[in-house]
């Protein structure tokens, strides 16, 4: 999940160029490009979505700890094991409805709405491939969870997480 | 099944998942969808790629990332905490001074970001640390940061102000300076707030760190330099905006390149700098995507089953004087605001209420600022205002939810305050636009 993230976070001083690019290319050169308003929402795009495990393997993601951080440590595995369900399933309807707008994108040749009009079929396989990525990683937690939570032990300890 | 039982069952279905210590925006996407799924069967499921489409193919949230990167970059090269060094060298010796320096400050960065998620953690991710490693009160630190990264949609460009503009066919620029009056009271409320509060609780914010003013006159030549470059690179931003040379979006870019320069300049340019920037950015990034991406579902599907109408028939049949419709409709944004992002709320909002407000005799600008001061309390309001959840994301680790509430009441106190002032003295908005515009 990091070495994705740690990729995709090398697109951002692309992003930040492409869009000051365009302004230089606008004023300067006296000459707007066609591309830079697509590539910049696509790269915009991936560094959102395929960063979203990396997130969750840092725990990141934000949520309302109140009760949560007053539980003990098994009531908290059962919390996270629900949650993560609910979180899964909206992961779930994501991966297979972007999985299916990508075969129709690809079937019939989607492009952009933009003059540049690129195709859209990638962007839609990148969804779907974050969407999965993010599951996976919910997945591997509630795993951990499910074994703490019926032996009173963790599946890894502090030392081989490092 | 009705509006009202489906309005209640999604709450419901919200209060329990983050109960559970979910994850925000999955939360709300998967009670949406899940909640969808029993009432309409799969065919709900169509509006998650429409969703996510608008969501990112969204120009204006573009600028997320570009200004989380610019912050990151100006954290990093040391020019951020210029900034503050050469704001304490003038304020330096009054208690409290760093915390009215991140009012002035986070304002200005709020101001150019124009979205109160983005204001909030780029002026957290340079603002916070500094106040936090100089003995400053966690609870003042942090509501500091909500206080002025919040004011980023009430000091113009406001993306929710051309947002609101466009829905009701109003002028941008009328409302811009509208926002003028009610901005400048907003930040000196804010200063005699902890000016007063330092004053009667000294631990609050230490006097003496010494390391922030600088002793030897070259030190101070430097600090001030600093600080007015990092000023500038502000100015530059804002004032490619308000000149029409680029789109606030366009202006971060140029946000980053300016930062980049700076560094460069300044010698404290590495490469580094540059891959944990990009990597602690993404990670923000992908933080606030996520909400956006669960929160737009829930809002979208919400609007499609007919929220909307349920609200205007609850208004409609009141019988009630014209003002306390409009308490009304403040209430309804305020609780409305707990759940869903600003830039929603204005969306759902604006077009829904305006036409009422304007049918009894009342000004739509004033309408709209109300409307803008009203979304900056609503989001930052426990315990689920969306702004709290930007800031626990920037926040470090020892911070918890609970001190995250404690640190903005004071806050939304004031502005809940400077709010009922607007309501009632209508002349504090629109004085001005009338005077330069007619």
């Known amino acids: ?162 | 099944m009705s509006i009202e039982l489906l309005t209640g069952l999604l709450l419901l279905g919200v209060l329990i998942s983050f109960m559970l210590g979910a994850q925000v925006g999955l939360a709300l996407g998967g009670v949406a969808m899940l909640i969808g799924y029993f009432v309409w069967g799969e065919g709900i499921f169509n509006i998650v790629p429409t969703t996510i489409e608008s969501t990112l193919f969204s120009f204006v949230l573009l600028a997320i990332p570009l200004y989380i990167y610019m912050g990151q970059l100006l954290t990093r090269s040391g020019i951020g905490d210029a900034m503050f060094k050469a704001s304490q060298l003038l304020i330096g010796r009054i208690r409290g001074s760093l915390a009215i320096s991140v009012i002035g400050v986070c304002s200005m960065i709020g101001a150019m970001v124009g979205i109160i998620g983005a204001g909030i953690m780029t002026s957290g991710s340079i603002a916070l640390r500094p106040m936090l490693e100089r003995g400053y009160d966690k609870k003042l630190a942090l509501g500091v940061i909500m206080a002025g990264g919040g004011l980023g949609i009430l000091i113009p460009p406001s993306i929710p102000m051309i947002l609101y503009s466009s829905t009701t066919q109003t002028s941008v620029g009328r409302m811009f300076i509208a926002a003028l009056i009610p901005a400048l009271i907003s930040i000196t409320v804010f200063v005699l707030y902890i000016i007063v509060s330092c004053k009667l609780n000294p631990k609050r914010a230490p006097l003496g760190h010494a390391q922030d003013i600088p002793n030897s006159p070259k030190e101070r030549f430097n600090t001030l330099r600093d600080g007015i470059m990092a000023l500038l690179l502000i100015v530059a931003v804002l004032g490619s905006i308000i000149s029409g040379i680029a789109t606030p979006t366009e202006s971060g870019a140029i946000g980053v390149v300016g930062a980049l320069l700076l560094a460069l300049i300044y010698k404290r340019f590495k490469l580094s700098m540059l891959k944990s920037s990009g990597a602690e950015t993404a990670l923000l990034v992908s933080v606030a995507i996520w909400i956006v991406l669960g929160a737009s579902v829930f809002s979208n599907f919400h609007l499609l089953m007919g929220v909307q109408g349920m609200v205007a028939d609850f208004a409609a049949g009141l019988d009630l004087p014209p003002i306390m419709i409009i308490l009304m409709m403040q209430v309804i944004m305020l609780l409305l605001g707990f759940i869903i992002d600003e830039m929603i709320i204005v969306l759902i909002c604006a077009p829904l209420f305006t036409p009422i407000a304007v049918s009894l005799g009342y000004d739509p600008i004033w309408f709209g600022i109300l409307m803008i001061l009203n979304i900056e309390i609503a989001v930052q309001t426990p315990p689920y205002g969306f702004a709290l959840f930007y800031l626990k994301g920037i926040a470090p680790p020892g911070v918890t939810m609970m001190d995250i509430y404690k640190s903005v009441l004071p806050f939304v106190m004031l502005k809940l305050g400077i709010l009922i002032l607007c309501m009632l003295v209508p002349e504090i908005v629109t004085w001005l636009p009338n005077k330069l515009m007619g």
């Open chain 1, 1 to 162: 999940m990091s070495t994705v993230s740690h990729t995709i976070a090398l697109a951002l001083p692309l992003l930040a160029g492409t869009v000051a690019f365009e302004v230089f290319s606008r004023y300067v050169l006296n000459s707007p490009t066609l591309w830079a308003y697509d590539v910049s929402l696509f790269l915009f795009g991936y560094i959102g979505a395929l960063c979203g495990a990396h997130a969750q393997l840092k725990k990141s993601h934000i949520n309302v700890d109140i009760v949560y951080l007053a539980v003990s440590q098994r009531m908290k595995n059962l919390f996270d094991l629900l949650a993560n369900t609910l979180g899964g399933f909206f992961l779930w309807v994501i991966a297979s409805k972007s999985w299916e707008k990508a075969l129709e994108a690809i079937d019939f040749g989607y492009t952009r709405q933009s003059e540049w009009a690129p195709s859209v079929g990638h962007f839609w396989v990148m969804v779907t491939a974050a969407a999965i990525l993010f599951l996976l990683q919910l997945s591997g937690d509630m795993l951990k969870d499910t074994w703490h939570l019926f032996t009173g032990e963790p599946l890894i300890s502090e030392d081989e997480q490092e």
